[in-house]
C-alpha cells in the first residue's frame, strides 16, 4: 500500500472476491471488515506501521507474543517449534 493506487486496487480485489459470496455469507463479512480494516489504516494515518508489520510477519514470535496467542487459545506449542 505504497500509494493510493494501490490501496484502491486492493479494495477492488476485495470486492470482486467478495461478490462471489452471498452478502449474508461468513466469507462476504470477513472480506468486508478486511477491507474496513485497511480502509482504518489509510485513515488514521498508519500505513508505515502496517507496512512494518506486514514486512516482519515471517519473523519469529517474541515469548510476549507466543504467550498472548496460548492465553488466546490460537498458538500450539507445536507451531512455536518453526
Known amino acids: 500500500m505504497d ?4 490501496s484502491i486496487e ?3 480485489i476485495l470486492d470482486m472476491i467478495a461478490s ?3 452478502k449474508e455469507s ?5 472480506i468486508e471488515k478486511a477491507a474496513w480494516a ?3 489504516i489509510r485513515q488514521e494515518e498508519v500505513t508505515d506501521r502496517f507496512e512494518e508489520f506486514i514486512n516482519n510477519i515471517n519473523s ?3 515469548k510476549e507474543q507466543i504467550n498472548h ?3 488466546m487459545g490460537i498458538h500450539s ?5 518453526t
Open 3 to 6: 500509494n493510493k493506487n494501490d
Open 38 to 40: 485497511l480502509h482504518f
Open 69 to 71: 496467542l496460548h492465553s
Open 20 to 22: 462471489q459470496f452471498a
Open 10 to 12: 486492493i479494495f477492488e
Open 77 to 81: 506449542d507445536e507451531s512455536s517449534k
Open 60 to 62: 519469529p514470535l517474541t
Open 26 to 30: 461468513k466469507e462476504y463479512q470477513a
